[in-house]
Every structure is written in C-alpha cells, then in structure tokens.
C-alpha cells in the first residue's frame, strides 16, 4: 500500500504544479481587449483564440487527475488494518490474575493481627 500511497501523492504533487503553471499561463478577461489595439497576444503560440481552448481544457484535466487522486489518498488513508483475530483489541490482552484471597487467621495469633476482630 505504500508504494500505491507514494505513486499517487507524486501524481498530486505534479499535477498541482502543473495547473498552477497553466492558470497563470492564461489570460485574463481584459487581456481580449489589449490584444485588438495591437498588444501582440494575437501573435502566440497557439493564435488568436486557440490557445485559450487549449489551456482551459488542460487545465480541466488536470483538475480531474488532482481530484482523483486526491480522493484515492483519503481512501487509502482511512482504510484501517485488518486484524489476525478478526475481534476487538480487548480480547488480544491478557487476562488479569485473579486477586489473592484474604488469609486464614492462624492459631495463636494475636486479636490485633486478626482481620475484622
């Protein structure tokens, strides 16, 4: 279970960082604007608008993998061990002796040392 608990703590690490870097990749509503007085955001990579599909989508999947394995690590990390006995903790601990019974009084013993005398 450990090895699956690392693969996917790698796989959230990852894909956090990656949608990190592709949120501040993205342009803001207002960047629309810039670009139609000459900003030169129509000259990217990806064009005009198809670098906005591109990014979103990404960024959405991304999102499903860190959700994903987000809820697999909370899985795995409520799972409890099964135990041997299938039973409570209590019945694996051993029983206490019992307590020892008061003592006879002896013959010839003094009233003082008597119990309830």
Avoid at 31 to 58: E, M, T, V, Y
Avoid at 97 to 111: K, T
Wanted: glycine fraction near 14%; proline fraction near 7%; charged fraction near 5%.
């Amino acid at each position: 279970m450990t090895v699956l608990s690392t693969l996917l703590m790698i796989v959230q690490v990852l894909s956090a960082l990656a949608m990190i870097g592709l949120v501040l990749m993205q342009h803001g509503k207002g960047a629309d604007a810039g670009a139609a007085f000459g900003g030169g955001a129509s000259a990217s990579l990806f064009g005009a608008s198809g670098g906005a599909n591109f990014l979103s989508r990404s960024t959405a999947v991304l999102a499903t993998v860190f959700l994903a394995s987000t809820l697999a690590l909370a899985f795995l990390g409520y799972q409890r061990p099964q135990s041997s006995g299938g039973g409570s903790v209590l019945e694996t601990v051993p029983a206490a002796p019992a307590p020892a019974a008061p003592a006879a009084p002896v013959e010839g013993a003094p009233a003082s040392q008597i119990p309830g005398r």
